[in-house]
């Protein structure tokens, strides 16, 4: 997508993935570590494919909607996720295997089934995927 076809423009996209990223209390090593899941994140927002509310709560608009008549066409994550919560969904999950942990995470942070988020699309997983890594 050029420029032009922008639905916002990358400082506002940036202010709003660093507002969040603020929210949760990520360290700035770690903003450096994750600067990829970052501008996957900055990206999908200049998209229109991602958006933060002013609770940080972010709504990914999914490029390949799921389900009957394509009835999931949104996720929505939480801005916070206790172990507590995790856990529950992490049961059975090797500490080994990062593709079901991010999907677990996935599950956990937008209360979606793991059986539902295993069928998104490659482009619309890496977008969940680069919020899920900031819960790790």
């Not at 903003?31 to 494919?49: E, F, P, Q």
């Not at 995470?105 to 919020?131: C, H, P, R």
Request: proline share 2%.
């Amino acid at each position: 997508m050029d420029m032009n076809n922008k639905v916002v423009d990358f400082e506002t996209a940036r202010a709003d993935v660093d507002r969040w990223l603020d929210h949760k209390r990520v360290s700035p090593s770690k903003r450096t570590n994750m600067n990829d899941s970052i501008d996957t994140l900055t990206d999908a927002i200049m998209d229109g494919y991602l958006s933060i509310d002013s609770e940080c709560r972010i709504t990914q608009k999914l490029r390949f909607p799921l389900g009957e008549d394509e009835s999931i066409g949104t996720l929505v994550f939480k801005p916070r996720l206790s172990n507590m919560e995790a856990k529950k969904y992490l049961k059975d999950i090797k500490s080994s295997d990062i593709d079901g942990r991010l999907t677990s995470y996935v599950s956990a942070l937008t209360g979606v089934g793991k059986d539902i988020i295993n069928k998104l699309d490659s482009e619309d997983t890496g977008i969940a995927n680069a919020v899920a890594v900031f819960f790790l």
